[in-house]
């Protein structure tokens, strides 16, 4: 059975620093990864996803996600946050087999003080 | 490329009556999929189409839910008859064989 992990409910940063949303997940064979953010009342916008090739995956709104096999590990990183970050950020995980559906984490608030 | 719509963004209904959700996918897009959000949970998966057959749908919580998807096009999600715990967002993905999922903006199903 596939599972995601956020741990963290909410991450609090200031402007200007870096930020961290942690994921860990399991599989059976291998992952393809993603991550999902919901700004207010509105839907969920695809950030940035990894399938194979380079660990280190880049994706929108320079968002930024780091694949650790060893550690079964996704965590999504910006080098700067903004105030406009905040949102509900959600990590995904399905095989490159078998089943397409998406399994989610139960999502991670971040909140970018001023 | 138009996105994935879905109908209505918001629905108030009492509990034992009926709701019907629809989500049009983006056009060429095979694949459709079904998921809900209850309050403060993860995202959890319901049913998944390609064209109009059902591929999976080891998620649908019971048989008070009835999805289909008319000619391989847009698709409905039939609530039958609506329960309190029912409540949540529900969210509708398209994607091709193989590329990105994209998601609609979600109907918020309130039941009272």
């Known amino acids: 059975a596939q599972s995601v992990a956020q741990p963290e409910d909410q991450v609090n940063v200031a402007e200007g620093n870096p930020l961290t949303v942690k994921c860990t997940y399991s599989?059976?064979?291998?992952?393809?990864l993603f991550w999902y953010v919901q700004y207010p009342n509105r839907g969920l916008q695809f950030l940035l996803k990894?399938?194979?090739?380079?660990?280190l995956v880049k994706g929108s709104y320079g968002f930024e996600a780091e694949f650790n096999k060893s550690q079964t590990s996704f965590h999504l990183k910006k080098p700067s946050a903004l105030v406009s970050d905040s949102a509900l950020y959600f990590c995904a995980v399905r095989e490159d087999t078998g089943r397409r559906a998406l399994t989610f984490g139960s999502g991670t608030r971040l909140q970018v003080q001023p | 490329e138009a996105g994935v719509t879905q109908f209505p963004s918001h629905s108030v209904i009492e509990k034992g009556q009926t709701v019907t959700l629809r989500c049009d996918p983006i056009s060429g897009h095979d694949n459709l999929y079904w998921y809900r959000r209850v309050m403060g949970k993860e995202i959890k998966f319901l049913l998944h189409?390609?064209?109009?057959?059902?591929?999976?749908e080891s998620g649908m919580p019971n048989n008070r839910f009835l999805a289909e998807r008319t000619g391989g096009t847009y698709s409905t999600l039939k609530v039958q008859p609506a329960e309190l715990e029912d409540s949540g967002v529900y969210f509708c993905?398209?994607?091709?064989?193989?590329?990105?999922?994209?998601f609609g903006s979600g109907t918020r199903l309130t039941v009272v």
């Open positions: 990894y399938i194979t090739g380079d660990n």
């Open positions: 993905a398209s994607s091709q064989e193989w590329g990105g999922y994209t």
């Open positions: 189409f390609v064209k109009e057959s059902k591929q999976d």
């Open positions: 599989v059976s064979g291998n992952p393809y």
